[in-house]
C-alpha cells in the first residue's frame, strides 16, 4: 500500500535495476489524493481517513506541525496526534514512539494486553481496550523500565509472536518467567 501511494503522488527519485523508487509524498502531494482514487488503489476504509488527515492537518499547521511534536511531551503529541481522523491511542502510540524519539511510549494492543496480564499480573481481564486501559498498561510499563518502555515492550511483543519464537535461544525459559 505504501508503495502504491508513493508512486501515485510521491516524486520519482530515479530507477535502479528496473524498478522506480519514490518519496512519501508531501503533505501538499498527498491532498491531491481523493478518496475515490484511494479506495481505487485498495486502501478500502482507510481512505477517508488519509484525505482527512490531509484535510485537517493542513489546517492545523501542516508539516511544521507534525515536525514540532518532536518537542513535545509525549502527552501533547498524543493528544494532537488522536483528533486526526482514523487515530486511535495505539496508532498516536506507534507514532510517538517510532517517529517522534517518544521512547517511553507504549503502544497497547491485545498482544501488548495479554503479555501485561499473563506475564506480570495486572489482571485487566475481560476490560475491554479503552483510553484508561491502555494508559494503565502505559504507565505499569513505565514504571517497570522507565524511560525505553516503549522499546522494552516492542522486545517482549516480538518475543511473545508465535512465528519469531524460533529465532529466541533455546535455553530461554518458555517465557513464563519475568523480565
Not at 37 to 62: H, N, P, S
Not at 102 to 109: I, M, Y
Not at 114 to 128: F, M, P, S, V, W
Request: aromatic share 10%; proline share 3%; hydrophobic share 35%.
Amino acid at each position: 500500500m505504501v508503495d502504491r501511494l508513493c508512486q501515485a503522488y510521491g516524486t520519482k527519485l530515479g530507477s535502479f535495476d528496473g524498478h522506480d523508487f519514490y518519496t512519501f509524498p508531501s503533505l501538499k502531494q498527498l491532498k491531491r489524493a481523493t478518496e475515490e482514487e484511494l479506495r481505487g488503489m485498495g486502501f478500502g476504509y482507510r481512505a477517508k481517513y488519509i484525505v482527512g488527515t490531509a484535510a485537517m492537518l493542513d489546517k492545523l499547521g501542516g508539516e511544521e506541525a507534525l515536525i514540532n511534536l518532536r518537542g513535545q511531551s509525549r502527552e501533547s503529541a498524543h493528544k494532537f496526534l488522536t483528533q486526526l481522523p482514523g487515530v486511535g491511542e495505539k496508532v498516536a502510540s506507534c507514532v510517538c514512539l517510532f517517529s517522534l524519539d517518544k521512547h517511553d511510549d507504549v503502544p497497547v494492543d491485545t498482544h501488548v494486553w495479554q503479555i501485561a496480564n499473563r506475564d506480570y499480573g495486572l489482571n485487566l481481564h475481560g476490560k475491554t481496550m479503552t483510553p484508561k486501559v491502555h494508559r494503565q498498561i502505559g504507565e505499569f510499563f513505565r514504571g517497570k523500565f522507565g524511560g525505553f518502555a516503549g522499546w522494552a515492550h516492542h522486545v517482549l511483543f516480538l518475543a511473545d509472536l508465535r512465528e519469531l519464537k524460533h529465532h529466541l535461544p533455546s535455553d530461554l525459559p518458555d517465557g513464563t518467567s519475568k523480565v
